[in-house]
């Protein structure tokens, strides 16, 4: 067993090691081994891909690992598109599939420890808020010898063990049975080893005679350095033990348990600070709402979609209606009651909001506006809305007497509101989930009892039609009431 490296400093700084690989495959085409070589580069996406080359510049450019799976039938295709000597890089799991194609010559086989689908990029990019269109250049083993990426705005260099963490998450479940780890099939079995050196085994004489082609510098490693070098795979490959706590507590567990304990502190203060505020201004609603990320991602619950359509039944809306939809967030009441909308107008104190809003009224052609809710009152003029959606908004509000008043002087009379709200035993959950980062925050909040909402309607010339309570989560922990009211006065 040998460790060794490159003598061509820039293949050095490309590849993931020591540039191994690269050399051996340059050599292999220089002295005319093989016709071409078959790699693994990015595409124009930056998503990995199988690429016949016959260059030296094409298999530099292709160097570094690529920890995403991919396509086997793609790979067999390709190789059968040709009939020239090829040599070809691979992973434990497709040697012996490449081992009965005729014109494969010779095989470089990697250690692999584990896999994951591209899904664990595209995640990752997502989190650091890159846009694929934006990227310029984007590698695994970068700089830091982790997942890099530079866009047109900022660099971004992460040590390896953040893109490992993904594992967690997404490795494959034929990774997670895989036993296969350092290629022992192969012509010659290369892996990680200290920084900048490839670990290298020739298993053949074919892999014998590509070390000799290649311009790297070696020397000899000990068995015992090479375990204790990879105990960790070794041990998770051979004798399973970090799989049996996967398969017993499910991949997704360790990372969902991270999840709940991280930022735990602050985001309980910030849930005692929002409950214990008395007063708040629509403002403070509107920043609070704007820092809430992919609120329509984590609402896609039909829990939060029975508001719209366990209430449609209860009311009318009569054609030609003109609707205000009152604290709207991203306009997905708009788009339920599309169907039975001429006119409304989405009001939300969320910039951010009123801008996914305005975007789906447009999607939707629906013949509807935003308003940016700053203050009272609201700057449409009394009387001339003939319905209004009030989705789980009252609890929202600090001056519910003010806010409800409002209402009044907007809706024509006899005109009608359809009102949700939460019921009070929602508030710890509200708590829970927030704190354990399962939910995002509901914000500033104060929950009303059915005897309060029912005396403010009144007392501010709302007559109340109908009336329901609906248990919308197991356990009947929460419940929604929904009123039906009309402008008495
Ligand atoms: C998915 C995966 C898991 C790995 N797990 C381990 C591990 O647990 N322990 C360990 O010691 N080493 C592991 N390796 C190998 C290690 O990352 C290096 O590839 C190896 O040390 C060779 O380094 P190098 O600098 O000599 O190669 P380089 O000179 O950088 O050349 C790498 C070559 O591999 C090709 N390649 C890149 N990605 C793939 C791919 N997915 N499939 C086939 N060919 C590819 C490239 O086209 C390039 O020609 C893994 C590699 C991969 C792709
Ligand atoms: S862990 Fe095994 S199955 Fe997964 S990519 Fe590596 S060799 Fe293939």
């Not at 071409?36 to 080359?53: A, C, G, R, S, T």
């Not at 020397?219 to 350095?225: A, C, D, L, Y």
């Not at 033990?241 to 985001?267: A, H, N, Q, T």
């Not at 002087?409 to 035993?425: A, D």
């Given at each position: 067993m040998k460790i060794g490296y490159s003598n061509n400093k820039e293949i050095r700084e490309r590849s993931s090691s020591g540039g191994v690989v690269t050399s051996l495959l340059i050599g292999a085409l220089e002295n005319n081994l093989v016709d071409k070589i078959v790699v693994v580069d990015l595409d124009e996406n930056f998503k990995p891909k199988y690429k016949l080359v016959s260059t030296k510049e094409e298999?530099?450019?292709?160097?570094?690992?690529?920890?995403?799976?991919?396509n086997m039938i793609e790979l067999v295709r390709l190789i059968k598109s040709t009939k020239e000597r090829l040599a070809i890089v691979c992973l434990p799991c497709h040697i012996r599939l490449l081992r009965r194609l005729e014109n494969v010559k010779y095989i470089i086989g990697l250690f692999c420890g584990y896999n994951m689908p591209y899904e664990a990029t595209?995640?990752?990019?997502?989190?650091?808020?890159?846009?694929?269109?934006?990227?310029i250049e984007m590698s695994y083993r970068g700089k830091n010898n982790g997942f890099s990426v530079i866009t047109k705005t900022k660099e971004i260099h992460l040590p390896k063990y953040y893109y490992d963490?993904?594992?967690?998450?997404?490795?494959?479940?034929?990774?997670?049975?895989?036993?296969?780890?350092?290629?022992?099939?192969?012509?010659?079995?290369?892996?990680?080893?200290?920084?900048?050196?490839?670990?290298i085994t020739s298993r053949t004489s074919l892999g014998k005679e590509l070390l000799n082609c290649a311009d790297i510098t070696t020397k000899s490693i000990t068995e015992e350095e090479v375990f204790r070098l990879h105990k960790h795979n070794i041990n998770h490959k051979k004798f399973g033990f970090s799989r049996s706590i996967l398969k017993v507590f499910g991949r997704y567990f360790p990372v969902k348990f991270l999840g709940w304990?991280?930022?735990?502190?602050?985001?309980?203060?910030?849930?005692?600070?929002?409950?214990?505020?008395?007063?708040?201004?629509?403002?403070?609603?509107?920043?609070?709402?704007?820092?809430?990320?992919?609120?329509?991602?984590?609402?896609?619950?039909?829990?939060?979609?029975?508001?719209f359509s366990g209430t449609q039944d209860?009311?009318?809306?009569?054609?030609?209606?003109?609707?205000l939809d009152i604290d709207c967030r991203t306009g997905d009441g708009a788009v339920f009651f599309k169907d039975k909308i001429k006119r409304i107008i989405c009001i939300s104190p969320s910039e951010n909001f009123l801008k996914i809003c305005e975007r789906r009224l447009k999607d939707n052609n629906i013949n509807g506006k935003t308003l940016l809710l700053k203050e009272i009152p609201i700057y449409y003029e009394a009387?001339?809305?003939?319905?209004?959606?009030?989705?789980?908004?009252?609890?929202?509000?600090?001056?519910?007497?003010?806010?409800?008043?409002?209402?009044?002087?907007?809706?024509?009379?006899?005109?009608?509101?359809?009102?949700?709200?939460?019921?009070?035993?929602?508030?710890?959950?509200?708590?829970?989930?927030a704190v354990f980062n399962i939910h995002h925050s509901e914000g500033y909040r104060r929950f009303l009892s059915k005897k309060e909402i029912r005396s403010l309607l009144n007392n501010n010339g709302f007559k109340i039609l109908k009336e329901k309570t609906s248990v919308y989560l197991p356990f009947g922990l929460g419940l929604r009431r929904t009123f039906i009211c009309e402008k008495e006065y």
């Amino acid at each position: 067993m040998k460790i060794g490296y490159s003598n061509n400093k820039e293949i050095r700084e490309r590849s993931s090691s020591g540039g191994v690989v690269t050399s051996l495959l340059i050599g292999a085409l220089e002295n005319n081994l093989v016709d071409k070589i078959v790699v693994v580069d990015l595409d124009e996406n930056f998503k990995p891909k199988y690429k016949l080359v016959s260059t030296k510049e094409e298999i530099i450019q292709a160097a570094g690992s690529k920890y995403s799976l991919m396509n086997m039938i793609e790979l067999v295709r390709l190789i059968k598109s040709t009939k020239e000597r090829l040599a070809i890089v691979c992973l434990p799991c497709h040697i012996r599939l490449l081992r009965r194609l005729e014109n494969v010559k010779y095989i470089i086989g990697l250690f692999c420890g584990y896999n994951m689908p591209y899904e664990a990029t595209e995640f990752l990019l997502k989190k650091l808020k890159i846009k694929k269109d934006d990227i310029i250049e984007m590698s695994y083993r970068g700089k830091n010898n982790g997942f890099s990426v530079i866009t047109k705005t900022k660099e971004i260099h992460l040590p390896k063990y953040y893109y490992d963490f993904l594992n967690l998450m997404f490795v494959s479940e034929g990774c997670l049975k895989c036993k296969k780890f350092m290629n022992e099939e192969a012509d010659i079995s290369v892996g990680d080893c200290y920084e900048n050196y490839t670990l290298i085994t020739s298993r053949t004489s074919l892999g014998k005679e590509l070390l000799n082609c290649a311009d790297i510098t070696t020397k000899s490693i000990t068995e015992e350095e090479v375990f204790r070098l990879h105990k960790h795979n070794i041990n998770h490959k051979k004798f399973g033990f970090s799989r049996s706590i996967l398969k017993v507590f499910g991949r997704y567990f360790p990372v969902k348990f991270l999840g709940w304990l991280c930022g735990i502190r602050k985001r309980f203060k910030d849930e005692l600070y929002y409950c214990k505020t008395k007063e708040w201004s629509y403002e403070d609603v509107g920043r609070f709402w704007d820092t809430v990320e992919e609120y329509d991602k984590f609402n896609e619950i039909s829990a939060h979609n029975k508001r719209f359509s366990g209430t449609q039944d209860m009311i009318i809306i009569p054609e030609n209606s003109k609707i205000l939809d009152i604290d709207c967030r991203t306009g997905d009441g708009a788009v339920f009651f599309k169907d039975k909308i001429k006119r409304i107008i989405c009001i939300s104190p969320s910039e951010n909001f009123l801008k996914i809003c305005e975007r789906r009224l447009k999607d939707n052609n629906i013949n509807g506006k935003t308003l940016l809710l700053k203050e009272i009152p609201i700057y449409y003029e009394a009387g001339c809305f003939d319905i209004i959606f009030c989705f789980e908004t009252l609890e929202h509000i600090s001056n519910h007497n003010e806010f409800l008043n409002e209402l009044n002087r907007l809706l024509k009379l006899k005109g009608k509101m359809l009102l949700t709200t939460p019921s009070k035993l929602w508030s710890i959950v509200h708590f829970l989930v927030a704190v354990f980062n399962i939910h995002h925050s509901e914000g500033y909040r104060r929950f009303l009892s059915k005897k309060e909402i029912r005396s403010l309607l009144n007392n501010n010339g709302f007559k109340i039609l109908k009336e329901k309570t609906s248990v919308y989560l197991p356990f009947g922990l929460g419940l929604r009431r929904t009123f039906i009211c009309e402008k008495e006065y």
